[in-house]
């Protein structure tokens, strides 16, 4: 797994856009989340699913998503679809009309 994603997910969940404030913090995973070249491996995309939150994100879910399409081999796991996120939802969603 490469060392961005290692990163990313030691940072934690993607920060709120209602309750974060720290600039310092939303830049840098925006720019560790921007400097991972898809494709992803199974392996890193269902590690960073686990990063979504309940919001947008300052638009950084979007880009998640994204990425995690890239992988060709990803498929949601079913314990993350009983979970009821909203991004994962989505996913699952999009991934069933490819």
Do not use: C
């Not at 998503?65 to 996120?85: M, R, T």
């Amino acid at each position: 797994m490469r060392r961005s994603v290692n990163e990313l997910i030691k940072m934690g969940p993607l920060p709120s856009s209602e309750e974060s404030s720290d600039i310092d913090f939303i830049q840098k995973y925006q720019n560790i989340l921007h400097s991972i070249q898809p494709p992803l491996s199974n392996e890193e995309a269902t590690k960073l699913i686990t990063l979504f939150g309940n919001d947008e994100s300052y638009g950084l879910a979007w880009s998640l998503l994204h990425l995690i399409e890239s992988s060709a081999d990803f498929s949601v796991d079913k314990q993350l679809l009983e979970n009821g996120n909203p991004w994962i939802q989505l996913l699952k969603k999009r991934t069933m009309n490819k």
